[in-house]
């Protein structure tokens, strides 16, 4: 069964510090890789993707994600945390095939970022 | 451009009363999906709708149909509603020919069942 896999519910850092937030999937092919941040009663904002090419992909707010195919991880990084940084954040992946990027997410669950000032 | 756009924002039902939930794309867009993101949990995919036909579906019963209408605008009915039903609708939207571009996504109807 396709699915994303986030191993921690809350990840602490104090703000200044670099932050790594994890994820692993479980997707047959060459799947498109997402990471979405959601504030309180907010929906989801796109941050980064990865589609092909270098494994290092850049986003917004100063976030970038390592992409490693041989882990099946897509790992969402910051060099220096911000308290504003926190947030609940959803890697996701689209499977390869119909539709592209516009084909069906599928979410991990979810985690909790927490940036210390 | 107003982004996705979702009405309403806030609903309250009952057990085995109906429900619909209302999404406007983003500008450009002609692809919307559903999905539904229970307390706790990441969103899960309900179905995806293309040129006013539904394209995929996920795993969810047929309580749960849609609608896109001419403008790419599009609705999410669900009927019969149980407890289970409780949770923020998010739409998404996206430009089919966009092969690499991401999905928008609206602010979410949060619904509860009473």
């Known amino acids: 069964a396709q699915s994303v896999a986030q191993p921690e519910d809350q990840v602490n850092v104090a703000e200044g510090n670099p932050l790594t937030v994890k994820c692993t999937y479980s997707?047959?092919?060459?799947?498109?890789l997402f990471w979405y941040v959601q504030y309180p009663n907010r929906g989801l904002q796109f941050l980064l993707k990865?589609?092909?090419?270098?494994?290092l992909v850049k986003g917004s707010y100063g976030f970038e994600a390592e992409f490693n195919k041989s882990q099946t991880s897509f790992h969402l990084k910051k060099p220096s945390a911000l308290v504003s940084d926190s947030a609940l954040y959803f890697c996701?992946?689209?499977?390869?095939?119909?539709?592209?990027?516009?084909?069906?997410?599928?979410f991990g669950t979810g985690t909790l970022l927490a940036v210390q000032p | 451009d107003a982004g996705v756009t979702q009405s309403p924002t806030h609903l309250i039902k009952t057990r085995g009363q109906q429900v619909t939930l209302r999404c406007s794309p983003k500008?450009?867009?002609?692809?919307v999906s559903w999905y539904q993101q229970a307390l706790g949990q990441g969103p899960q995919f309900i179905f995806q709708?293309?040129?006013?036909?539904?394209?995929q579906r996920g795993n969810f019963p047929d309580r749960f149909s849609g609608h896109q209408f001419p403008n790419y605008s599009s609705e999410l009915n669900v009927n019969a509603l149980l407890l289970g039903d409780s949770a923020l609708y998010l739409c998404?939207?996206?430009?089919?020919?966009?092969?690499?571009?991401?999905?928008?996504f609206g602010p979410g109807t949060r619904l509860t069942v009473l």
């Open positions: 998404a939207s996206s430009a089919r020919q966009a092969f690499y571009n991401e999905q928008f």
């Open positions: 997707v047959s092919g060459n799947p498109y």
């Open positions: 990865y589609i092909t090419g270098d494994n």
């Open positions: 996701a992946v689209s499977p390869p095939g119909y539709g592209g990027a516009t084909n069906k997410l599928i």
């Open positions: 500008s450009g867009h002609d692809t």
């Open positions: 709708y293309y040129e006013e036909e539904e394209r």
